[in-house]
């Protein structure tokens, strides 16, 4: 029989693409925020060395003093890690470049690989109530993207609407077969997303199409537009969402929530 008091846990949703300027962190803090809009407790953790996503949700540098670092070799507690940002219901882990050096201060360590998924399953997470753990991946196939996906349930790939899109994509799924077989049987994609498309552009209605023809259901309904409100709004340390809730980037990205929400069990 099951049990009813025992707590859900959060799913966890690595945004992943190794190559850069992909929409990856965009993707992510958005996404976050929409979910948090849409009554669900969100936490995001910042596991990209540039630390974008922290300056885009409001941390500055010097509010930074426990980072992502610090919880993935267990030297802090998750209280101590988890600080609130400018949106309620959506909490962060932010980072700085002391992530840069985890390729080669981690190699000696027999769990590096293991090290994010202990950390978010440490019990005193349960206390915050998270329906969702997004993890913002740094923009290479490295043992910090390792990490995500071995601590992750599915993965959400940013997929930039332009020439050799697919292409790209050949290397990162790759490292998911491998991460399947070796640490994370039950690793699945959750969904490609498109983004900086531009309706006006014959281009990216061909990606799209290849995308759809070549990946079938695995794309995402929503597409994300480029979107100059979508651009401006990290420059104000905030989501879109916040910056402008009624611009197109907006309303997709809350489209994009509601797909993944819908397919809840």
Known sequence: MP?????????????ANQKGGVGKTTTTINLGAALAEQGRKALLIDLDPQGNASTGLGLAAED?????????LGDVTAQEAIQNTNVQDLHIVPATTD??????????????????????????????EFDYILIDCP??????????????????????????????????MLSLREVREAANPNLRIEGIVLTMYDRR?????????????????????????RNVRLSEAPSYAMPVLTYDPTS????????LAQEIIARET
Request: hydrophobic share 45%; no cysteine; proline share 4%.
């Open 64 to 72: 930074r003093d426990i980072t992502t670092y610090d919880f993935l």
């Open 248 to 255: 197109q980037g907006s309303k997709a990205y809350r489209a």
């Open 99 to 128: 992530l840069s050096s985890a390729d080669i201060e981690l190699i000696s360590n027999e769990k590096r690989s293991f090290l994010l998924h202990d950390a978010l399953r440490d019990p005193a997470l349960d206390s915050y």
């Open 3 to 15: 049990d009813i008091f025992k707590i859900r846990e959060p799913k966890i949703i690595a945004v």
């Open 201 to 225: 552009n014959n281009l990216s209605q061909q990606v799209e199409d290849d995308a759809r023809d070549n990946l079938g259901d695995l794309v995402f309904e929503t597409i994300i537009p």
């Open 139 to 172: 923009p290479s196939l490295n043992i910090l993207t390792v990490n995500a996906m071995v601590a992750a349930h599915s993965v959400v790939v940013p997929l930039q609407s332009e020439f050799f899109a697919l292409e790209g994509l050949s290397q990162l």
